[in-house]
């Protein structure tokens, strides 16, 4: 989607090694979430933020971390504690509303950024 | 607890074939449900979504239709092309307290040959 800047859209990372990614948006959205995909498995929740300086774990944070200082800005570090990082990240957005119309909201997703091992 | 199952693939069509891609889901209460598109080395785009029992989402030549009596939400389109290829995903977004969980199927792959 416009709107939502990832990068670097390719990213190396030797072992024992932190790396960073970034996503970025300028949609005015509340809420950020990062995702893991991998081949035949769908997207696997990572973190969520619904609220700047707040965010919790989703079904696989561990070897993760994330931060949100601003509302624009949730970035995502694989950390070394992370033995399997060999995947596409996707980082997505969301409007939030008020109650049940929460599960009427879609997310908006980023390009991507893929991160191998070297 | 809430699950989804969509069809797996590959899926291989010719140019104009009909396509339907299966998507069933396991719900306590009644979710919203969404279908993304994957276009090879991109993100996720919105392609359609239905939000009650009997409502139909379209966009595109796509059609998928809530079918709360068989807790479905299958993917049909008439005449596909070669542009239509890609993964797509079924997603129901259940509920479960104040955060409602956006759950993605494993996706099909489908591919379209002229």
């Known amino acids: 989607d416009g709107g939502i800047t990832q990068s670097p859209k390719y990213l190396f990372r030797k072992e024992g090694q932190n790396v960073t990614l970034s996503c970025e948006q300028n949609l005015n959205h509340d809420a950020m979430y990062w995702y893991r995909q991998d081949p035949g498995q769908g997207l696997r929740l990572i973190y969520y933020s619904q609220i700047v300086n707040d965010f919790q774990k989703g079904d696989i944070a561990e070897g993760y971390s994330v931060s949100r200082e601003k509302k624009e800005s949730f970035p995502l570090t694989v950390t070394s504690a992370q033995k399997n990082p060999t995947a596409f990240y996707l980082c997505?957005?969301?409007?939030?509303?008020?109650?049940?119309?929460?599960?009427?909201?879609?997310?908006?997703f980023g390009d991507g950024t893929r991160l191998s091992i070297l | 607890g809430d699950s989804v199952t969509q069809m797996e693939g590959p899926v291989t069509l010719s140019e104009e074939a009909f396509l339907t891609i299966n998507c069933t889901y396991t719900?306590?209460?009644?979710?919203?449900l969404f279908w993304y598109v994957q276009y090879p080395g991109e993100g996720l785009q919105l392609l359609l979504k239905?939000?009650?029992?009997?409502d139909k989402g379209s966009n595109k030549g796509f059609e998928a239709t809530y079918r709360k009596e068989t807790t479905s939400f299958h993917l049909e389109k008439g005449s596909v092309q070669v542009s239509d290829s890609a993964v797509y995903f079924c997603a129901p977004r259940f509920s479960g307290g104040s955060n409602y969980k956006l759950t993605f199927g494993k996706g099909t792959l489908l591919t379209v040959n002229p």
């Open positions: 997505a957005t969301e409007r939030r509303a008020e109650g049940t119309g929460s599960r009427n909201q879609p997310q908006h």
């Open positions: 719900a306590t209460g009644y979710p919203s």
């Open positions: 239905a939000t009650k029992a009997d």
